[in-house]
């Protein structure tokens, strides 16, 4: 029978679930940790279910000593795994950081353990991801003139592409939009960003054609046709296309949507 810990989703709330499973002195291999906010986690009939309140001062001590005995490198490691879509993270953390303690830094060097293979694996994934949105972002100009994206990534990525932007538009107002999530990552000219779950209603039903400028229409005519003219049509190979740029990016480039 599982001992099952239920975090409510946020980062803080699943280091206080390993806070208390490390200290339960269970069997690591009879705990589970899921996020009880997420559609694709549930605990088994017969677990003894534990609901788990966030508390910063216990997910702070945790975060603490696991870089006391490793390094930042280690935080980094489960916050990506955070970010992530696996459904197992909150467990495949857990058991991390467990080694983690034991280990200390020659975590880094047992890569072959399945643990740690599998974090650095999710941990790949989501930086492959990270890297090719810095490409595939495309923002459209509103009438209010700020500059909005829509992305749908696999995993929550705004945190992690968000510094880019603000570096290259830090005189800009936009917003980069994960439907998946709905989620918002909003920029003020010269400011931080932040991340909200308040969306307007235009954005949630995925009207955004109607808040365009009418320049914003014009670049989308021009850019299309440019797209479409600088193609070499004896060239053209969908297989090669498809491996560069995945087809789940498409809904969202103003100049591969319509070919879907």
Same mark, same amino acid.
């Given at each position: 029978?599982?001992?099952?810990?239920?975090?409510?989703?946020?980062?803080?709330?699943?280091?206080?679930?390993?806070?208390?499973?490390?200290?339960?002195?269970?069997?690591?291999?009879?705990?589970?940790?899921?996020?009880?906010?997420?559609?694709?986690?549930?605990?088994?009939?017969?677990?003894?279910?534990?609901?788990?309140?966030?508390?910063?001062?216990?997910?702070?001590?945790?975060?603490?000593?696991?870089?006391?005995?490793?390094? @930042? #490198?280690?935080?980094?490691?489960?916050?990506?795994?955070?970010?992530?879509?696996?459904?197992?993270?909150?467990?495949?953390?857990?058991?991390?950081?467990?080694?983690?303690?034991?280990?200390?830094?020659?975590?880094?060097?047992?890569?072959?353990?399945?643990?740690?293979?599998?974090? @650095?694996?999710?941990?790949?994934?989501?930086?492959?991801?990270?890297?090719?949105?810095?490409?595939?972002?495309?923002?459209?100009?509103?009438?209010?003139?700020?500059?909005?994206?829509?992305?749908?990534?696999?995993?929550?990525?705004?945190?992690? +592409?968000?510094?880019?932007?603000?570096?290259?538009?830090?005189?800009?107002?936009?917003? +980069?939009?994960?439907?998946?999530?709905?989620?918002?990552?909003?920029? @003020?000219?010269?400011?931080?960003?932040?991340?909200?779950? #308040?969306?307007?209603?235009?954005?949630?039903? #995925?009207?955004?054609?109607?808040?365009?400028?009418?320049?914003?229409?014009?670049?989308?005519?021009?850019?299309?046709?440019?797209?479409?003219?600088?193609?070499?049509?004896?060239?053209?190979?969908?297989?090669?296309?498809?491996?560069?740029?995945?087809?789940?990016?498409?809904?969202?480039?103003?100049?591969?949507?319509?070919?879907?």
């Amino acid at each position: 029978m599982f001992t099952t810990y239920m975090y409510d989703g946020t980062f803080e709330g699943l280091l206080t679930a390993v806070y208390y499973a490390f200290y339960s002195r269970l069997p690591v291999e009879n705990i589970r940790i899921i996020d009880i906010s997420a559609p694709d986690c549930s605990p088994t009939l017969f677990d003894n279910q534990i609901e788990v309140a966030s508390d910063e001062d216990k997910s702070r001590k945790v975060l603490s000593s696991l870089t006391k005995h490793t390094s @930042h #490198d280690a935080y980094h490691n489960i916050y990506k795994v955070y970010l992530s879509y696996y459904p197992e993270k909150g467990t495949l953390i857990f058991h991390y950081i467990k080694l983690a303690f034991s280990l200390g830094r020659k975590v880094f060097e047992h890569i072959s353990h399945p643990v740690i293979a599998e974090i @650095h694996r999710i941990v790949r994934r989501v930086g492959m991801e990270s890297h090719k949105l810095l490409g595939f972002v495309r923002f459209q100009q509103l009438e209010i003139g700020a500059y909005f994206s829509r992305i749908t990534p696999e995993n929550n990525q705004l945190e992690l +592409i968000a510094p880019h932007f603000v570096d290259r538009l830090f005189m800009e107002n936009w917003i +980069i939009y994960d439907a998946k999530r709905k989620l918002a990552c909003v920029h @003020h000219s010269r400011q931080d960003f932040i991340i909200t779950d #308040d969306i307007p209603n235009e954005i949630l039903n #995925d009207d955004m054609d109607t808040l365009n400028s009418g320049e914003e229409l014009v670049y989308q005519t021009l850019w299309k046709t440019f797209f479409d003219t600088i193609g070499i049509e004896s060239r053209f190979n969908p297989k090669c296309q498809r491996n560069l740029l995945p087809k789940r990016y498409w809904e969202n480039m103003i100049e591969l949507k319509d070919k879907l």
